[in-house]
Structures are given as C-alpha cells and as structure tokens.
C-alpha cells in the first residue's frame, strides 16, 4: 500500500499542489487508487461520527409555539446535554391514505437552539435604561416577584383588577403553560385577552356563515379530494408537515389549482397557477357562482336542505319573514320558506328559536348548541322549499306582503353584476378560463377550497370567506371527506376545551373578564385608521358596539390599563398599528412584566424579564387542528439556569400576591360585576386546587380527564405514543377516517348553530345593510391609504411569527436579516438593485430595510415576510410599523342570533394586508460592518 | 468495484424547498468546528447560480479516462460567509445596537431562493436538493493524492479518511458537484458521510429520513425490492444529476412537473413552464422519457386506473421509502 501510494505521487505530480487539475489524472491512476481502498483498512476516525451520533437518554419533544404543526419529536441527551431532536414518526397511519410521519421542519430540527442560544433569558431581569435598550440588572426571583405583586395589589387597591392585563395566546400549543396566567388573573380579577381575531386569523365570514368559531379538516383529508384550489394559500412554506398531502394528491390524479399574485414555493406544484390581481378573489369567487348558477351545476337538494337560500325576506323592508310577523306572539328567531307542493309558507325546522327538547350546555366555539336535536331534524322528507319566485304572505295585522326567497335575490344580483367578462376586467383572469374553473370545480367530486392567510386578511374578508362556503355549499362540498372549505391560519384549535377552560377559568368563563384585543389595541394605543377616507367611520361602529355591549372594552369606565403581563406571546412584535403602540399605548402601562425563554422584541421593551423554561424542559400537551393526535413534551433536562415553567412561575406570583396583600393589609375585596368576594390571602391554594396540582403533570392530567374529547387518555400512554382524539368540534371522530367539520349538520342533519339553523348567507343587519354585505358580494381591497403599492405580509418558511426570526441557522439559509420583495419592473422604475437599502412608508409610519427583486412577485405589491423583531437588521422600523389596525364593522356585531362577542369566537381582527406603501431607495446613512 | 452501492432517490415534484434536510444535516454534523459554511446536504432554487455559487462552471469530474479540471470556490464571494451576530449587544447590553451580520452578507447558500428564471407570468423555478453523490466513479477519489479517500465495500459509501487528510483540496476541484468543503480550522476536507453511523444501523440518512415532503428513497441499487432500482432501473423515471461528468452518481432525481404557461392572452397553453432543454442539461435527454412516463401514469391515477410507480412515489407508508436491509428498528 506504501508503495502504491509513492506510485500514485509520482504518477499525479501531486506534490506540485497544482489545483487546476489536468489530464494527469487518468482512470489508471483511479484503478490504482480504488485498489488501494479495498486494502485499506478503517483507522479510529470513522469513530469519531459514530460518537456524534450517540446518546444516553431520548425523551418526548414538541415546539410549544404557535405554530400548527404539533409534530411529535423525540430529544436526544448525552452526559445532561440536549444534543439534538428527531421528529418521533409515531402517529398512527389511516388505510388508504399517505401517513402524517414524519411531522417536522427546518425550525423544528433546531429546537434545541433556543434552549442553550444566547437569546435565552438566565436570570429574572430588572430594567435599569430606557425600554427597549437592552440595559438590565440581574434580580433575584424574590425581589422580581415582589415587585411586580406590590403593583398588582396597589393597581387593585388603587385603581381596579382590570387595570391588570394578562396576554397569552394559543392554548392548543401549551395548554398547561397557557392556563397559567389565565388561572391567576381569574383568581385576582385581572382581564385577559383574545388572540385568534386579534392575529387576524379568525374565519369570521365561516363564524357567520357556520355558527361555529371556526373548524377545518384535518389535512390527511387533502389527500381525499378530486380537485383542489389552493386560494391565497402557500402551504409549501407555510404548512411544512402538511404540504406533502398536495403532492401526493397530486400523484393521485387530483388536480391543483393555486390563485396567488405571486408565483410561489405552492404554486410551483399545481397544475393551473392563476395570478390575479391582489385582493381581487371575491370577484372571482363571485364570478365562478355566476357560472354555477348559470349553468345548472349546483346541488339543488343541498341547497335548500342546507343553506338559508330558500328562506323567505320580505320584499318591503328586506328582513327575513319572521314567525313574529305572521303570527300573534310568534317567535323572532323563525323563519319561512315557500313549500312549492302545498304552495304555502312553512317554519323551517331548526332555527333559533327552535328549541330542542334537552337543551344542550353552551358550548365556547358553538353560536348555540344544536348536538341535542335528533338526527334528521332538518331533513326535507317532503318539503320542496322554492328557490325563485315572488309570493304574497298575510301578516298579523291582516296586511300582506310580497316575499322572495334569499336565492332570487342572490341569483338577480350575481347575474347582472358577477359575470365572468366582468371579473375579467377587475381581476386579469380571462373570462374563460374562469369559466372553465368554475365548471371543474363544480364538477369534481369532492372538491376542496384550501384558503389562507393570504385571503384572510383583509379588511372584507369575512365577505370573501362567505364567498367561498357559498361556492361550497352550491356544490354541496361541506361535511364530505374530500370536500369543504379548509382554512388554514392561525394556532386556534384547543380540541379540548372542556379541559382547558376548567383548569384556565375554574369558576367558569362567565366568571372571567376578557378583553377584545384588537377593540383594546385600537382604543388604548389610539390609533388613526384612515378609514375616514373611505367613507367608512369606524369610531361611530364601536362606540356603539361598545356601549350597548356587544363588544366589550376593558378597563371599564374609560381607565387606562396600568399593569401588563406578557407570557407566551410576543404582543409587541406582533401589534398592527405598532408605531401607534410604542406611542401611545406603551407610556400609559407603568409595568410591562414579560415571561420568555427568549429575549424578544416585547421582553425587551419590558419592565421585568422572568426566565421560563425551554420546552423541552418542562411537561405539556400540544394540538393542532391540522392532525387529529395528541402529543406531548417533557424535561429532557432540568430548567436551565434560573429558569421556571410558566405553572410554577404563577404559583411562586400568587405566593407573593398573598405576602403583599397582607402586608398591605388588602387581604379581600368585593369584584362587584360577578358578585365576588375576592380572597387574595388564598390564592396558592386556588391555583393549585389545594396543591393537587401543583405539579405540572398533574394539570396535563386534569385536562385530559375533564375534556370528554380525550377523557380516558394517560399522561403515561402519551408518552408511548401520540394518541387521537376520542370526539371533536362538529363532526364525529371515525376510526381510520380523516376529521372533516360539519358532518353533525351535514350527515346527521341537526340545525347549524347559526340563527337560521342553516349555512346562512343573509344578515338583516343594520350593520350589514350600512357596509353592503347582507348577501356575499364582491368587495375590492380598500384603498384608505393614498399610496400606490399594495402592502403584503406572508408568513415565512423560515419563522413561526416572530420565532425563529433570529436564529443563526435560519438567517444563514435567508440573507442575514429582514427584506421585502418587489418586482423587477417595480424596481426599476424606482432605481432600485437587489439588496439595496430601501425605505417603505405611508401615513402610519415607516420600515428601512433591503430589498430584494423578485422574479415572481406581481407588480403593483411588495411583500415584507411578516414581523421580524423590532430588534433585527432594521434601520428603522419593522413590517407592522405600516400596518394600522381596521376593524370591520360587521365584526362589531354581537346582537344578531350567533353573532355575539365571545372570546376568539367572533370579534374584530384588523386586518393586516390592506394597507398601501410607497417604496424609494434609502439614501441615508447605511450600516458599516461591525 | 464495491460489492453493493447505497443509493437515494430524491423525487422533485415532492420536495417543497422547507430545508428541513438541510438542517436536520447541519444540526446533526457541521454546525461546529469550521463546517459553519459548509452544507453537506442543501436545497437550491433551479434555475439559479446555486451554492457554492457557478458550481456547475467550477469544472471537475471526467472527460473519458481523464480528469477534468476544476476551481476552488471562495470561502465570501462562492460559499458565503456565514452571518455571525452579536446577540449580547443587542439583548442584554445598553445601546440600540440591531441584529445584524458582523460581516455583511454578500452571497449565501440559498441567496437566489425561489427566483428561477423566465419573465412574469412565465417565469418558473423548482428545488433541487443536494448531497455527496457518493458516485461509483469518484473523481474526488481518484484525485486526492494521499489515498485518503475511499469508498466502502458494505455500501458504496465515500468518505474522507480525516486522519490521512491533509487538506490540499484536489478532491474540492476534482469534484463536479462542489461538494467537498475544506475546513479552515481543522486543515482538512469534509463532506457528506451518507450517515454512516445510521446507516450501519439500519437507520437511514437525517436528510432522508426527515424529509417532511416524504421525497427520498433510500435502498441498495441492486435490492430489486428496493425503490431505488424500481425508480432507476425499472420505470427509469429517476435520473443522475449532470451525467456527463462521468461519476456515475448514486442520488438520482425524479424530475419535475410544472404548471402550464400562459399565452399573450392570459391563456394557459398546457406546456409546462420548465423547458424541457432545461432539464435535458440538468439530467440528460433521458429526462424526456422520464417525465412522458410521469404524466402517462398520473392519467392512469386520475382515470381511476392503478398505477404502481405513482403509489410507490406516493409512499403511503413512510417506512417503505427506506431499504437498508437491517431491522428498521430505532435504536432506543
């Protein structure tokens, strides 16, 4: 072997280090080499990697972050260090469908950066410079602790308990860590908030349409369907988990249709990419009804079984006829249709004011509770509701009226203002080839809508959701595996609820105090939406949504709030109407206390930083509505540094509110809203239920128990492997069948939770008939801001929110900071290069960030991948600096049958995407390397 | 020659561009030690200048008998050098320091993600995940003048002997695919080790084995059961990466479908958008057939009718795509 290498030497030249290597490299000399290698033999270093790969204790690991992965990993640990972690792969395969394993991604496999990262929080931290700076002194627990219930008990004492807010969003990720604070602000008084509306992510048209908060199936189910629209949503980058499903929809012969301005990582696997002009969907959505009306292609049983469409309004004031008007002491909540056999008008069963003989509980993400009607309650049988036509009804007072079933006026309306030709002209989509769409989608069976954040979030998104169910229910495609519209956005689905409100609200919500956080954040910060210069006055909506209680403000009595405390959520960052915030909003707030295992943007604008434990160094549950499996993290190590879960942090917090409230002698006081003799000297004993659960795997247990969707599942089978829900929101749970919603209404046939009892698709609301949306209708994006290019904000394949913004690996695979994109042509006419510096702004305020110049973005939009920390390569604020908070008045509704304010069930949620920028080459100082 | 070969087949019409191999890789081996700007495993945006940058004008590889030659790409203008950042001063420390690169970023190993090429709305892109191709021909190991390279007999696989290594980089330009790295701080060259340690217990690949897209097949070439020989040798739908440089990789590709362009009326016209000259230069003509195959039998599925190649690239059970012929088994 010497000498064959002396040979090789020789041969090659070698020693010269030439590295232009020439022809001296022949296959003889491979052959000579190749012969050395199967004489020789593996030395010690091959060890070396067989080392790396090794470990001494593997654990259960998921991403306690909103993000609606919940993908079970294992955790990977050697001599008390976490090395690494594996997606586990162990989620239980259906028959006939591809498996959900693995579940992972790229944030996913760096997990463990966060832990030992040098973003981690070590030790409680007291500010001692300017919020936002950075300049901290180290505190210990205790005096950390004190402090902040010293001001909980003189805010109280001084002020009143809802001068004390408590954020934390997304229960299904982290239910344990979640209830925490709830549980304390729901024994001292404190309000809590919203999330779901308030991140813009609520479905509020499927609240309106539906009754429900919000439901989708579970995306094992993509793979059932036949044809698919992909409808501003991009789950290649932001459903990682689950876009597999496409792709292999894709090999199984369904068809993929994505309608996105840009061409992107999604679009790139269907068959059929449609870019139409941004905002523009409900033209389109509209449009396809034209033609499904048009040409017949609609599923006539479904809907006058399943739809308000055949219900009667009547012609002279365009209310629904109402039992109350045809019949002395008739109710208000029922509603005719015109029975073509008999040719009279008859009550349709279901309806709000159709009261089943067991009434149900109230159900938190139900507009009522319909599960106690028998099966088949809304079934025609011989009922043959009319679609069209004009009737003549006698009222009560021996008058008559014409009425007209919502379908006619539907029908009338989508034929002279929907064609296709005309949502050619708004939208840059050819008439036929919506035309064509229309037809395919109508006749594929099932055929799914998959929507996103991309259609979500705009300010008439509600009307454009009540678009695509109506395109869903024409084509009778909800409650059907393979069928439906899916949306997809935001972390909402705590499946079970039960549990987590007994162990977050003991005494029941009722008995919590909730603010609407958007209503909260528009108020308190102050903010200008500009609406004004679209004709619409938001103020005048919520001072009456506000004073008649439809939406609630908090504090109460026009106070200020005093004292905020943030855990599990990055408020700040992610604020629409930030610039306002910062402003307005942060100066009234005499202590922000922020709980993190990382220094984000809102804990650095903190008064006083807790170290919480890293996921993997604590006990929870963690779900999702995107599979059906629950799943489980536990300590692979002992929290690290100072470091606490967030279960034991507010224990230690109420221990020291008990301290505090002695000493300052304020031991009880009298909530008088809920009649409530408030005992602050016992709260360690409230938050724990007497110490049973004081551990945080017992408060795991507890929900599981309480909730009937997974009574009889163990902490300790968790902890084999993830185990599927036993019952859900709106449809059964089947064995070896995917979970899609509605299959309560649509299959067993009991009333929708709506006031109709059905798919509703007319509101008359006064509401409603001021902004022109009693019907589904075509509405374009608003153009309050007079600035020429649209103002995008997706979510990014390389962040969940703001998480992961600042990890190391993520910003080495991206540019090393934040950018936004725009179009070459767009570019160009502004002077701009790829990578330069460039300063984005309206009226709301200001970004300065690089560009870069994307091939398949549309011009006219520029998009920013949403909410970097205020903290990163920025030279001047961050992507919600131009964004400010709009709420639509039909939100404010909470006085129409299922439209009533509950939390994260139907409110305002601001909008993030219809705002307007300008965009010019920064020409300011830029950064010199550090 | 080695007695059996592992081999991977990468299905593009799977893989999303998430990175997940890449850091399920890096997190795993090279995040460390020097390897910071060194991605054993990567994802590019096709068509693009890739990483390291021009690799595919770096040279190296075969003509005939002979090797070709070929350039060392640079550590800031080629691979990028990886962002650092001062994450103290900006968090815990007074001043309004930002987050930012101590060194500003020029060019890194996904700089040109999803730009692709072609005009709007034509323009078009897809990823092209790439590794060693632990070839049955190396030019890398005919290269290396200290025979610290080779190539087992149990798999095929190529590995860098780091205790013969001397670090004169001839295997970097010998390489086609620019996929050895040379290690500044340890004076060595590095590269993908196909996962040795897990595929020696039956365990296949981090890239492969959590590639969330489901892409990756993973089988000995001759294993007629495997995957890998029925997508090569049989339906001939996965091909070599740039076979003309005469490596003979064993990471083949199943090429990519796209959506049809649009013609001046907005139109669209039923031709893909990735031309198909494109492809031909990535994989060779082969291409054409391989994707006359994929579209016949995507009819089949969509007809109702079986199709055997598109459940096997379904892969229904996760657990199917992986062959190592050892008890898959996690080792707990």
């Given at each position: 072997m010497k000498a064959s290498r002396r040979e090789f030497l020789k041969a090659t030249g070698a020693s010269s280090l030439s590295l232009m290597l020439g022809g001296t490299y022949s296959l003889r000399v491979l052959a000579q080499s190749q012969d050395a290698m199967v004489q020789h033999e593996y030395s010690g270093?091959?060890?070396?990697?067989?080392?790396?790969?090794?470990?001494?204790?593997?654990?259960?690991?998921?991403?306690?972050?909103?993000?609606?992965?919940?993908?079970?990993?294992?955790?990977?640990?050697?001599?008390?260090?976490?090395?690494?972690?594996?997606?586990?792969?162990?989620?239980?395969?259906?028959?006939?469908?591809?498996?959900?394993?693995?579940?992972?991604?790229?944030?996913?496999?760096?997990?463990?950066?966060?832990?030992?990262?040098?973003?981690?929080?070590?030790?409680?931290?007291?500010?001692?410079?300017?919020?936002?700076?950075?300049?901290?002194?180290?505190?210990?627990?205790?005096?950390?602790?004190?402090?902040?219930?010293?001001?909980?008990?003189?805010?109280?004492?001084?002020?009143?308990?809802?001068?004390?807010?408590?954020?934390?969003?997304?229960?299904?990720?982290?239910?344990?860590?979640?209830?925490?604070?709830?549980?304390?602000?729901?024994?001292?008084?404190?309000?809590?908030?919203?999330?779901?509306?308030?991140?813009?992510?609520?479905?509020?048209?499927?609240?309106?349409?539906?009754?429900?908060?919000?439901?989708?199936?579970?995306?094992?189910?993509?793979?059932?369907a036949k044809f698919i629209i992909l409808w501003g949503a991009n789950p290649s980058i932001t459903r990682i988990p689950d876009a597999h499903y496409l792709s292999e929809a894709s090999l199984n012969g369904t068809k993929i249709v994505s309608i996105s301005p840009d061409y992107n990582a999604s679009s790139i696997k269907a068959d059929q990419w449609l870019h139409l002009k941004p905002g523009t969907d409900g033209a389109l959505g509209m449009a396809m009804a034209y033609v499904i009306i048009k040409e017949k292609l609609f599923d006539v049983h479904g809907v006058k079984e399943q739809t308000d469409l055949p219900y009667l309004v009547r012609k002279d004031n365009q209310r629904f006829l109402r039992e109350s008007d045809v019949v002395a002491n008739g109710s208000t909540g029922k509603f005719y249709a015109w029975d073509a056999k008999t040719g009279k008008a008859v009550i349709m069963k279901g309806c709000w004011g159709d009261e089943p003989a067991q009434k149900g509980p109230p159900v938190a993400f139900m507009g009522r509770n319909t599960n106690t009607f028998p099966k088949g309650y809304i079934d025609l049988g011989d009922l043959d509701p009319a679609l069209e036509g004009t009737y003549k009804i006698q009222l009560k007072d021996g008058s008559s009226v014409e009425v007209q079933p919502v379908f006619d006026i539907l029908k009338t309306r989508i034929m002279k203002q929907n064609t296709p030709e005309a949502a050619a002209a708004v939208t840059g989509i050819p008439a036929k080839v919506i035309v064509q769409l229309a037809k395919d989608y109508a006749t594929a069976k099932p055929a799914m809508i998959i929507s996103g954040g991309g259609t979500n979030h705009w300010y008439y998104s509600d009307v454009l959701l009540r678009v695509f169910h109506l395109l869903s229910a024409l084509t009778a495609s909800e409650g059907k595996n393979g069928g439906g519209l899916q949306h997809y956005?935001?972390?909402?689905?705590?499946?079970?609820?039960?549990?987590?409100?007994?162990?977050?609200?003991?005494?029941?919500?009722?008995?919590?105090?909730?603010?609407?956080?958007?209503?909260?954040?528009?108020?308190?910060?102050?903010?200008?939406?500009?609406?004004?210069?679209?004709?619409?006055?938001?103020?005048?909506?919520?001072?009456?949504?506000?004073?008649?209680?439809?939406?609630?403000?908090?504090?109460?009595?026009?106070?200020?709030?005093?004292?905020?405390?943030?855990?599990?959520?990055?408020?700040?960052?992610?604020?629409?109407?930030?610039?306002?915030?910062?402003?307005?909003?942060?100066?009234?707030?005499?202590?922000?206390?922020?709980?993190?295992?990382?220094?984000?943007?809102?804990?650095?604008?903190?008064?006083?930083?807790?170290?919480?434990?890293?996921?993997?160094?604590?006990?929870?549950?963690?779900?999702?509505?995107?599979?059906?499996?629950?799943?489980?993290?536990?300590?692979?190590?002992?929290?690290?540094?100072?470091?606490?879960?967030?279960?034991?942090?507010?224990?230690?917090?109420?221990?020291?509110?008990?301290?505090?409230?002695?000493?300052?002698?304020?031991?009880?006081?009298?909530?008088?809203?809920?009649?409530?003799?408030?005992?602050?000297?016992?709260?360690?004993?409230?938050?724990?239920?007497?110490?049973?659960?004081?551990?945080?795997?017992?408060?795991?247990?507890?929900?599981?128990?309480?909730?009937?969707?997974?009574?009889?599942?163990?902490?300790?089978?968790?902890?084999?492997?993830?185990?599927?829900?036993?019952?859900?929101?709106t449809s059964p749970m089947q064995e070896g069948v995917p979970y899609t919603p509605f299959k309560n209404y649509v299959v067993d046939k009991k009333p929708w939770p709506?006031?109709?009892?059905?798919?509703?698709?007319?509101?008359?609301?006064?509401?409603?008939?001021?902004?022109?949306?009693?019907?589904?209708?075509?509405?374009?994006?608003?153009?309050?801001?007079?600035?020429?290019?649209?103002?995008?904000?997706?979510?990014?394949?390389?962040?969940?929110?703001?998480?992961?913004?600042?990890?190391?690996?993520?910003?080495?695979?991206?540019?090393?900071?934040?950018?936004?994109?725009?179009?070459?042509?767009?570019?160009?006419?502004?002077?701009?290069?790829?990578?330069?510096?460039?300063?984005?702004?309206?009226?709301?305020?200001?970004?300065?960030?690089?560009?870069?110049?994307?091939?398949?973005?549309?011009?006219?939009?520029?998009?920013?991948?949403?909410?970097?920390?205020?903290?990163?390569?920025?030279i001047e604020g961050s992507s919600q600096s131009v964004c400010p908070v709009r709420i639509s008045p039909t939100h404010l509704v909470g006085n129409y049958g299922h439209l009533v304010f509950r939390p994260n069930y139907y409110g305002p949620g601001g909008t993030q995407r219809d705002s307007r920028v300008e965009v010019k080459r920064y020409i300011g100082a830029t950064p010199m390397p550090l | 020659m080695t007695q059996r070969q592992l081999a991977m087949v990468i299905d593009l019409n799977k893989c999303i561009g998430c990175q997940t191999c890449t850091l399920a890789c890096k997190s795993q081996w090279t995040d460390r030690g020097g390897r910071e700007f060194m991605y054993w495993n990567h994802v590019e945006t096709r068509p693009g200048k890739g990483y390291p940058r021009d690799w595919q004008q770096a040279g190296g590889g075969w003509e005939g008998d002979k090797l070709k030659p070929g350039r060392l790409p640079r550590l800031a203008e080629d691979y990028g050098i990886p962002a650092d950042f001062s994450f103290d001063a900006t968090l815990f420390k007074e001043g309004e320091q930002p987050l930012r690169p101590t060194e500003p970023m020029q060019w890194g190993p996904n700089w040109d993600e999803d730009q692709g090429a072609g005009e709007f709305p034509n323009g078009y892109f897809f990823y092209l995940p790439r590794l060693c191709n632990h070839c049955t021909k190396p030019a890398c190991l005919a290269a290396c003048p200290r025979q610290a390279i080779s190539k087992r007999e149990e798999d095929g696989i190529v590995l860098i002997d780091q205790e013969r290594c001397r670090g004169y980089r001839y295997?970097?330009?010998?390489?086609?695919?620019?996929?050895?790295?040379?290690?500044?701080?340890?004076?060595?060259?590095?590269?993908?080790?196909?996962?040795?340690?897990?595929?020696?217990?039956?365990?296949?690949?981090?890239?492969?084995?959590?590639?969330?897209?489901?892409?990756?097949?993973?089988?000995?070439?001759?294993?007629?059961?495997?995957?890998?020989?029925?997508?090569?040798?049989?339906?001939?739908?996965?091909?070599?990466?740039?076979?003309?440089?005469?490596?003979?990789?064993?990471?083949?590709?199943?090429?990519?479908?796209?959506?049809?362009?649009?013609?001046?009326?907005?139109?669209?016209?039923?031709?893909?958008?990735?031309?198909?000259?494109?492809?031909?230069?990535?994989?060779?003509?082969?291409?054409?057939?391989?994707?006359?195959?994929?579209?016949?039998e995507i009819a089949r599925k969509e007809k109702g009718e079986a199709s055997a190649l598109m459940d096997m690239l379904i892969a229904y059970k996760h657990g199917d795509m992986f062959r190592l012929g050892r008890p898959p088994e996690q080792r707990s």
């Amino acid at each position: 072997m010497k000498a064959s290498r002396r040979e090789f030497l020789k041969a090659t030249g070698a020693s010269s280090l030439s590295l232009m290597l020439g022809g001296t490299y022949s296959l003889r000399v491979l052959a000579q080499s190749q012969d050395a290698m199967v004489q020789h033999e593996y030395s010690g270093w091959e060890n070396f990697h067989r080392n790396q790969w090794s470990w001494d204790k593997k654990t259960r690991g998921a991403h306690l972050i909103n993000c609606t992965g919940a993908c079970p990993h294992n955790v990977y640990t050697k001599d008390g260090v976490v090395l690494r972690e594996e997606a586990s792969k162990d989620i239980a395969p259906m028959p006939g469908l591809p498996e959900y394993n693995p579940r992972g991604c790229n944030k996913g496999v760096c997990g463990v950066d966060y832990q030992y990262g040098p973003h981690r929080i070590k030790y409680p931290l007291i500010r001692v410079g300017e919020r936002g700076e950075g300049k901290w002194r180290r505190a210990s627990w205790d005096e950390a602790l004190e402090m902040i219930a010293d001001k909980i008990v003189d805010t109280i004492k001084n002020e009143a308990p809802d001068c004390i807010s408590v954020f934390s969003p997304v229960p299904a990720v982290a239910p344990v860590s979640f209830a925490a604070g709830h549980r304390f602000a729901h024994y001292i008084g404190a309000h809590t908030h919203t999330f779901f509306d308030w991140y813009g992510d609520h479905p509020t048209g499927q609240t309106q349409t539906c009754g429900v908060q919000g439901d989708s199936c579970e995306t094992a189910d993509w793979f059932n369907a036949k044809f698919i629209i992909l409808w501003g949503a991009n789950p290649s980058i932001t459903r990682i988990p689950d876009a597999h499903y496409l792709s292999e929809a894709s090999l199984n012969g369904t068809k993929i249709v994505s309608i996105s301005p840009d061409y992107n990582a999604s679009s790139i696997k269907a068959d059929q990419w449609l870019h139409l002009k941004p905002g523009t969907d409900g033209a389109l959505g509209m449009a396809m009804a034209y033609v499904i009306i048009k040409e017949k292609l609609f599923d006539v049983h479904g809907v006058k079984e399943q739809t308000d469409l055949p219900y009667l309004v009547r012609k002279d004031n365009q209310r629904f006829l109402r039992e109350s008007d045809v019949v002395a002491n008739g109710s208000t909540g029922k509603f005719y249709a015109w029975d073509a056999k008999t040719g009279k008008a008859v009550i349709m069963k279901g309806c709000w004011g159709d009261e089943p003989a067991q009434k149900g509980p109230p159900v938190a993400f139900m507009g009522r509770n319909t599960n106690t009607f028998p099966k088949g309650y809304i079934d025609l049988g011989d009922l043959d509701p009319a679609l069209e036509g004009t009737y003549k009804i006698q009222l009560k007072d021996g008058s008559s009226v014409e009425v007209q079933p919502v379908f006619d006026i539907l029908k009338t309306r989508i034929m002279k203002q929907n064609t296709p030709e005309a949502a050619a002209a708004v939208t840059g989509i050819p008439a036929k080839v919506i035309v064509q769409l229309a037809k395919d989608y109508a006749t594929a069976k099932p055929a799914m809508i998959i929507s996103g954040g991309g259609t979500n979030h705009w300010y008439y998104s509600d009307v454009l959701l009540r678009v695509f169910h109506l395109l869903s229910a024409l084509t009778a495609s909800e409650g059907k595996n393979g069928g439906g519209l899916q949306h997809y956005i935001g972390q909402w689905k705590p499946t079970f609820l039960p549990g987590l409100a007994a162990l977050a609200w003991p005494e029941t919500p009722a008995k919590q105090r909730f603010c609407q956080t958007t209503i909260w954040t528009y108020v308190h910060a102050e903010v200008n939406d500009e609406m004004l210069n679209s004709n619409i006055d938001t103020n005048k909506y919520l001072r009456k949504s506000i004073a008649t209680k439809q939406m609630p403000l908090l504090p109460a009595n026009g106070r200020d709030p005093k004292v905020f405390i943030v855990y599990r959520g990055n408020y700040l960052n992610q604020a629409k109407g930030q610039k306002y915030v910062l402003r307005n909003l942060w100066p009234k707030l005499e202590l922000i206390v922020d709980i993190n295992i990382r220094m984000d943007s809102t804990a650095l604008y903190s008064d006083i930083v807790l170290p919480s434990a890293h996921w993997y160094e604590k006990t929870d549950l963690n779900v999702t509505m995107e599979h059906t499996s629950i799943n489980m993290t536990e300590p692979a190590i002992k929290p690290m540094w100072e470091s606490r879960t967030d279960w034991q942090i507010f224990q230690a917090l109420a221990k020291k509110v008990e301290e505090s409230a002695r000493r300052k002698k304020f031991e009880r006081y009298n909530d008088e809203q809920f009649k409530w003799v408030r005992d602050l000297t016992n709260l360690w004993n409230q938050m724990t239920m007497d110490g049973k659960l004081a551990d945080d795997e017992a408060a795991c247990q507890f929900i599981l128990d309480t909730a009937p969707q997974t009574k009889g599942i163990t902490m300790a089978m968790l902890r084999d492997k993830p185990q599927r829900f036993k019952g859900n929101w709106t449809s059964p749970m089947q064995e070896g069948v995917p979970y899609t919603p509605f299959k309560n209404y649509v299959v067993d046939k009991k009333p929708w939770p709506t006031l109709t009892g059905r798919q509703q698709f007319y509101f008359d609301h006064d509401t409603f008939f001021d902004m022109g949306l009693e019907l589904p209708v075509y509405k374009g994006p608003i153009n309050a801001d007079k600035f020429p290019l649209r103002f995008n904000t997706p979510h990014s394949r390389y962040a969940i929110h703001s998480t992961f913004k600042d990890n190391v690996q993520m910003l080495r695979l991206q540019r090393g900071g934040p950018s936004v994109e725009m179009a070459p042509a767009d570019a160009k006419a502004r002077g701009i290069n790829d990578n330069d510096w460039v300063e984005v702004w309206n009226d709301h305020g200001k970004v300065i960030c690089r560009v870069k110049v994307r091939k398949g973005e549309q011009s006219g939009r520029v998009s920013m991948w949403h909410t970097p920390e205020l903290y990163m390569d920025l030279i001047e604020g961050s992507s919600q600096s131009v964004c400010p908070v709009r709420i639509s008045p039909t939100h404010l509704v909470g006085n129409y049958g299922h439209l009533v304010f509950r939390p994260n069930y139907y409110g305002p949620g601001g909008t993030q995407r219809d705002s307007r920028v300008e965009v010019k080459r920064y020409i300011g100082a830029t950064p010199m390397p550090l | 020659m080695t007695q059996r070969q592992l081999a991977m087949v990468i299905d593009l019409n799977k893989c999303i561009g998430c990175q997940t191999c890449t850091l399920a890789c890096k997190s795993q081996w090279t995040d460390r030690g020097g390897r910071e700007f060194m991605y054993w495993n990567h994802v590019e945006t096709r068509p693009g200048k890739g990483y390291p940058r021009d690799w595919q004008q770096a040279g190296g590889g075969w003509e005939g008998d002979k090797l070709k030659p070929g350039r060392l790409p640079r550590l800031a203008e080629d691979y990028g050098i990886p962002a650092d950042f001062s994450f103290d001063a900006t968090l815990f420390k007074e001043g309004e320091q930002p987050l930012r690169p101590t060194e500003p970023m020029q060019w890194g190993p996904n700089w040109d993600e999803d730009q692709g090429a072609g005009e709007f709305p034509n323009g078009y892109f897809f990823y092209l995940p790439r590794l060693c191709n632990h070839c049955t021909k190396p030019a890398c190991l005919a290269a290396c003048p200290r025979q610290a390279i080779s190539k087992r007999e149990e798999d095929g696989i190529v590995l860098i002997d780091q205790e013969r290594c001397r670090g004169y980089r001839y295997c970097v330009a010998a390489c086609p695919y620019k996929k050895i790295y040379f290690n500044p701080l340890a004076g060595r060259s590095e590269k993908c080790i196909f996962c040795y340690p897990r595929v020696e217990q039956g365990i296949p690949q981090a890239c492969a084995y959590q590639c969330v897209g489901r892409a990756r097949h993973v089988a000995y070439l001759d294993d007629r059961e495997g995957a890998v020989h029925r997508l090569v040798n049989e339906w001939k739908v996965a091909l070599p990466l740039h076979p003309e440089h005469g490596t003979q990789p064993n990471v083949y590709y199943v090429p990519p479908l796209s959506p049809a362009t649009f013609d001046a009326n907005g139109k669209p016209t039923g031709q893909p958008r990735i031309p198909d000259d494109y492809l031909v230069e990535l994989f060779g003509p082969a291409v054409k057939q391989a994707l006359a195959v994929l579209q016949r039998e995507i009819a089949r599925k969509e007809k109702g009718e079986a199709s055997a190649l598109m459940d096997m690239l379904i892969a229904y059970k996760h657990g199917d795509m992986f062959r190592l012929g050892r008890p898959p088994e996690q080792r707990s």
